[in-house]
């Protein structure tokens, strides 16, 4: 009688585990409410949170969850995750470069609009069937006043050999500042290869390569470097932190860079994806993104203060100069790209 | 009965324990590193093997060695891995000038302070390797402590070039890897006793002549250990050379990640992975052999 009752050790793992297993259950239900970002980290992570998820989404009960880190790792985890069923995140900040990319590799989910209310205010430029455009500016000239006393007028007069070390180029950069070079010498969005051997010059002539942005700022700020090419938004960004630039909008063009959300095939939580898709576009969002990060809205109904405006924005003269990407021929290239870049143009 | 059994049951369980316990223990390691190392590994040689479409950045399947060729016939690459083998050799070399007599003293002093000599080599290994570059790169700069002090006290009117050079790559994993060169010494010059050296002495060597013959061979287990990590560690350097590098300096580590993340050229980056590990172990093996059938001659 009294073996009967008895628990061995076996059983009473047995039973651990069936009790974790029904545990897990409500678990799974709850995550529904759970989405995860695959973002940038820094700023543009911590003004995501001001501007889209505590005052949008967290009212409404989603728990918003982070996965930060540059987009190559992202993307690389995206791709290693292409096969699985279920993968680890539900949305992904990429530029429009690398969303037409991974779209091209088979792992971006086309955007049903009809879910996303606010589309409706969207810029048609910024609906990409793989993704929704977030933010966007411009490739401008950056120069020091002090330093440059004739202004350049566009990337011709600015990646030229005569700067010598007082020109500093991104190496991260390295696909928009082929396609400055290329406009330069007489190329085309299509076409980049005029641009290259100015480049080499350039670099011959003693121009600095640094790794990041936040380096290429520092160099500016101590006025390493006096000149430099670099999105419109982060040259206002300097700005407000006293380095002492002025912007050009080149007479050869303005690249576009587009910013944006685009939803893993495999996201665990397509629905999440899509409240964070539509909460981004909400107008509050996207002006609280134009004042704290110098972007410009990608909604119609974003309405950005005056004084901002003439900061962020471009006039109308500039903006019939604004050009987007060719993005089959990037995606094309960028092997290529990457390989001049390092081999010839670095090494 | 129930006393039958009491009486047996320890002697049953002794025997079945005796074949299963060298397994039982074994085992949890063995599947641990079979699944988390050799598995990827394998995988990873798989993919080195495929093919690459540089347009659509796609990996196909295929069975072919055209990225090893590619490696080992550009010589972009290879001055990459010259490169990291002359870097790796140099400060295994530094280290071990600078660390033999650091060793030395840590192992033979009577202080009573010997304790924090100890702790505060081994203090460095407390903080990250890219936290520790972040400090190297205040440091380095243009306008950082060394260019702010020298240019403070009138030696130099134009900062030196430290960061985003060799010097600063050099400079930065010694410094990361001279504790593990100390410590390897100095536990086993600990363990060489003080009397053989007086017993040198006391035969009229110089004190040059006892370290060539008896300090040193009688070292040389800890100079291997010593000088293998460090060579290792500095052969997949990664978090130095890309900080302090810059992007115009190349090692095997930041390449490997490189061609994975920026572009996705994951059978490159697989070759690349293998060549660099077995150019590792190839030449930690030459080194060993060479330095044991010294020490026999």
């Known amino acids: 009688m009294s073996r009967s009752f008895m628990i061995n050790r076996r059983t009473a793992l047995g039973g651990a585990a069936a009790l974790a297993a029904g545990a897990a259950l409500p ?54 995750e292409k096969s699985l069923r279920r993968g680890t995140s539900d949305i992904q900040g990429l530029s429009a470069a690398n969303m037409f990319e991974m779209n091209e590799q088979g792992v971006l989910e086309q955007i049903d609009y009809s879910k996303l209310p606010n589309a409706q205010n969207l810029i048609p430029a910024m609906k990409y069937a793989y993704g929704v455009g977030h933010i966007y500016s411009g490739k401008v000239v950056l120069y020091n006043p002090k330093l440059v006393s004739t202004p350049p007028t566009g990337f011709a007069d600015t990646l030229d050999p005569k700067h010598g070390e007082k020109l500093g180029i991104i190496d991260i950069q390295y696909q ?37 942005n936040e380096a290429l700022a520092q160099a500016l700020k101590t006025e390493e470097i006096a000149l430099c090419i670099m999105w419109k938004a982060r040259a ?42 539509d909460a981004m576009m909400e107008a509050s969002a996207q002006e609280g993104f134009a004042v704290d990060m110098g972007y410009n809205p990608t909604v119609t109904t974003a309405k950005v203060p005056d004084d901002t405006q003439k900061r962020i924005g471009f006039t109308d003269e500039e903006k019939k100069r604004l050009v987007d990407l060719d993005y089959a021929y990037m995606a094309k290239n960028d092997s290529a790209f990457q390989d001049w870049w390092n081999k010839s143009f670095k090494g | 009965m129930t006393d039958t059994a009491l009486a047996h049951g320890p002697v049953v369980e002794k025997r079945r324990g005796d074949g299963l316990t060298a397994a039982a223990l074994i085992t949890p390691a063995t599947i641990f590193v079979a699944l988390c190392l050799l598995a990827p590994l394998a995988i990873l040689f798989r993919y080195s093997l495929n093919d690459f479409i540089p347009a659509k950045k796609m990996m196909v399947e295929a069975v072919t060695a055209a990225n090893y060729v590619k490696f080992f016939t550009d010589p972009y690459y290879t001055s990459i891995l010259l490169t990291t083998v002359r870097i790796a050799v140099l400060v295994t070399l530094v280290c071990l000038v600078v660390g033999f007599p650091l060793a030395y003293v840590v192992a ?22 890219s936290v520790r570059a972040a400090g190297w790169m205040v440091v380095f700069g243009n306008k950082g402590f060394v260019n702010a002090s020298l240019m403070g006290f009138g030696l130099i009117d134009k900062p030196i070039e430290i960061m985003f050079t060799e010097k600063a790559v050099i400079i930065g994993i010694i410094a990361v890897n001279l504790p593990f060169m100390v410590l390897s ?19 009229g060597a110089p004190p040059a002549t006892m370290f060539r013959r008896v300090l040193w061979p009688l070292a040389l287990p800890g100079i291997l250990a010593g000088t293998i990590l460090t060579f290792i ?25 490189n061609q994975f993340t920026q572009q996705t050229n994951w059978p490159f980056g697989g070759a690349i992975a293998f060549i660099l590990m077995t150019v590792t172990l190839a030449l930690t093996v030459a080194a060993n052999l060479i330095i044991q059938r010294r020490a026999r001659s």
């Not at chain 1, 959300?261 to 996201?267: I, L, R, T, V």
Request: some cysteine.
């Open chain 2, 108 to 129: 033979r002093t009577q202080s009573r302070w010997k304790h924090l000599l100890i702790i505060s080599i081994v203090l460095p290994l407390f903080v990250g390797n």
């Open chain 1, 236 to 277: 206002v960004q300097w700005q407000n932190a006293g380095i002492n630039i002025e912007t050009v909008a080149p007479k050869e063009g303005v690249p576009m860079y587009v910013s944006g959300f685009g939803m893993p095939k495999n996201a665990p939580n397509k629905a999440g994806a899509y409240a964070y898709l």
């Open chain 2, 233 to 257: 560690l500095a052969m997949n350097a990664y978090a130095t050379p890309f900080l302090l590098g810059g992007p115009l300096f190349k090692m095997m580590a930041p390449l490997v990640y």
């Open chain 2, 185 to 203: 010494l100095q536990s086993v010059i600990e363990g060489i006793d003080r009397a053989v050296e007086e017993a040198a002495f006391s035969l």
């Open chain 1, 27 to 80: 678990a799974h239900a709850q995550d529904n409410k759970r989405i995860v970002v695959g973002t940038w980290g820094g700023d543009y992570s911590r003004l995501l949170a001001k501007n889209i998820e505590t005052p949008l989404l967290a009212p409404k009960g989603w728990d918003v969850v982070k996965d930060e880190a540059n987009d190559p790792p992202r993307r690389a985890k995206m791709l290693a």
């Open chain 1, 176 to 212: 928009y500042t082929l396609l400055a070079a290329g406009l330069a010498s007489g190329g085309s969005m299509s076409n980049v290869e005029p641009g290259k051997e100015r480049l080499v010059a350039c670099k011959k002539a003693g121009a600095r390569i640094y790794p990041s």
